[in-house]
Nanobody, 125 residues
Framework: QVQLVESGGGSVQAGDSLKLSCEIFGNIGGGNWVGWFRQAPGKERQWVSV????????HTSLSVKGRFFISQDNARNTLYLQMNDLEPEDTAMYYC??????????????????WGQGTQVTVSS
């Protein structure tokens, strides 16, 4: 059973940076998608940035492209999301997600069967 433990959220000012971490306990198949979703109050959970586990393929949402960067440290079994130039619109609960069973739907929450507990990011203007 894969477990994901996030950390790194917080309350910041617009323009600040944060780095989220997601430690992965258990084995995820190479090429399965891992990444970050976010959910703002009253809105659906949406993908932010995802990558192929252990690989180079990745997708980053247009809303954060150029500001958010996903990376992975295989030695530490940890996934990161570097968030720069944060905006109030980035305020949300951020979730780490992973596919224990591969799905081509890397862009939908339904494509992931492992989730972290979430970490809150609040950006004030």
């Amino acid at each position: 059973q894969v477990q994901l433990v996030e950390s790194g959220g917080g309350s910041v000012q617009a323009g600040d940076s944060l780095k989220l971490s997601c430690e992965i306990f258990g084995n995820i198949g190479g090429g399965n998608w891992v990444g970050w979703f976010r959910q703002a109050p009253g809105k659906e959970r949406q993908w932010v940035s995802v990558k192929a586990n252990g690989g180079s393929y990745e997708h980053t949402s247009l809303s954060v492209k150029g500001r958010f960067f996903i990376s992975q440290d295989n030695a530490r079994n940890t996934l990161y999301l570097q968030m720069n130039d944060l905006e109030p619109e980035d305020t949300a609960m951020y979730y780490c997600a992973a596919q224990d069973i591969f799905s081509i739907r890397w862009d939908l929450p339904e494509g992931y069967d492992c989730w972290g507990q979430g970490t809150q990011v609040t950006v004030s203007s």
